[in-house]
């Protein structure tokens, strides 16, 4: 199998932060607690997002697509019927903040959660609290992030049942028994195929691949969530790359004749898939394209692309000269 370098998007292997942000207060970490019978420990109800921030080369650091994480966060919080208001700004206050007094001016993860908080049924809907965890971690270079993947036996949820395109902790389950029975099978990642067949996304990643000059990834409509980093990659390769792009349905053996794969998240970032269920994957190596779409980006997130600045949110205040 292949040899893992960097195992980027297991975050938690990353020294935990000095201080999280809690309901507007940095908490040591030990004490950045819930309680045992709250509706979030007993049944998982919380919705949350998984952002990056990015060193730029001039000396600033930046959050990546801050707005359209917390519109993603609102929504998902709306579809859940949690009781919470907090505006855009209290959020972006969290994520700043976070960063800040934990001194992180590189690479960084944050997980910016609302946790129920109150005790009852599954049905209860608040009090909620705004969590947001801040983790430095380290650049990966492409060629360490490299993966064999294998179609899980396990399908993807369905929006008749937990809808996929909410970001809540619940529906992860979903990947991790698919990630898990990977893993006993010697493979590094799942790829799941919905409840009629089709290829879905990957364990809390989403999949692409080219095939003939093509780049295509499974819609919306296909069990997958709305991911932030799947939409970029979209964009940058339509408009900065000149790619052809499709987002449709794909069939299972279409995984077999690819001439390159990759899953992308914020965790994952752009990991390629050099093998699925031990079918070599083009040549089985990083192809071009791959190569290409993680250099724009890599310009885009840390300011390098002057068109995609709009993307990028300062974590530091300016220094006056």
């Known amino acids: 199998m292949t040899a893992q370098l960097v195992?980027?998007?297991?975050?938690?292997?990353?020294?935990?932060?000095q201080l999280i942000y809690v309901d507007g207060v940095m908490v040591p970490h030990g004490e950045a607690t819930i309680h045992v019978s709250s509706v979030a420990a007993k049944f998982g109800a919380n919705a949350f997002e998984g952002l990056c921030a990015y060193a730029g080369e001039d000396g600033q650091s930046y959050v990546f697509r801050l707005r359209e994480h917390l519109a993603?966060?609102?929504r998902s919080v709306q579809a859940m019927e949690i009781d919470w208001d907090r505006s855009d700004e209290e959020c972006q206050a969290a994520v700043l903040m976070s960063l800040r007094e934990n001194g992180i001016r590189g690479d960084a993860h944050l997980r910016l959660s609302v946790f129920i908080t109150g005790d009852g049924m599954c049905d209860t809907r608040g009090p909620a609290s705004l969590v947001c965890v801040a983790k430095a971690r380290k650049p990966a270079p492409l060629d360490t992030k490299v993966a064999d993947a294998a179609v899980t036996s396990w399908r993807r949820i369905d929006d008749q049942?937990?809808?996929p395109r909410v970001k809540a902790g619940p529906n992860y389950f979903n990947s991790r028994y698919g990630l898990l029975e990977a893993r006993r099978n010697g493979y590094d990642?799942?790829?799941?195929?919905?409840?009629?067949g089709k290829v879905s996304e990957g364990a809390n990643c989403c999949f692409a691949m080219v095939r003939d000059?093509?780049?295509?990834?499974?819609?919306?409509?296909?069990?997958?969530?709305?991911?932030?980093?799947r939409s970029t990659l979209l964009q940058l390769a339509e408009e900065d790359l000149g790619l052809r792009v499709q987002?449709?349905?794909?069939?299972?053996?279409?995984?077999?004749?690819?001439?390159?794969a990759f899953f992308c998240g914020s965790a994952q970032e752009v990991r390629p898939v050099l093998s699925v269920d031990r079918f070599q994957v083009g040549d089985g190596r990083i192809g071009p394209v791959?190569?290409?779409?993680?250099?724009?980006?890599?310009?885009?997130?840390?300011?390098r692309n002057e068109a995609r600045?709009?993307?990028?949110?300062p974590v530091w205040p300016p220094v006056r000269r």
Do not use: C, N
Not at 215 to 221: M, Q, Y
Not at 309 to 313: C, I, Q, S, V
């Open 7 to 17: 195992p980027r998007g297991k975050e938690d292997s990353q020294p935990s932060p």
């Open 72 to 74: 993603r966060l609102h």
């Open 161 to 163: 049942v937990m809808p």
């Open 189 to 196: 990642e799942a790829i799941f195929l919905t409840l009629t």
């Open 213 to 229: 000059g093509v780049l295509a990834t499974p819609s919306v409509t296909s069990g997958v969530l709305e991911s932030i980093t």
């Open 247 to 260: 987002e449709r349905e794909i069939d299972r053996s279409e995984l077999y004749a690819a001439d390159e």
């Open 290 to 303: 791959t190569r290409h779409l993680w250099a724009a980006y890599e310009s885009a997130v840390r300011g």
């Open 309 to 313: 600045r709009g993307w990028l949110t």
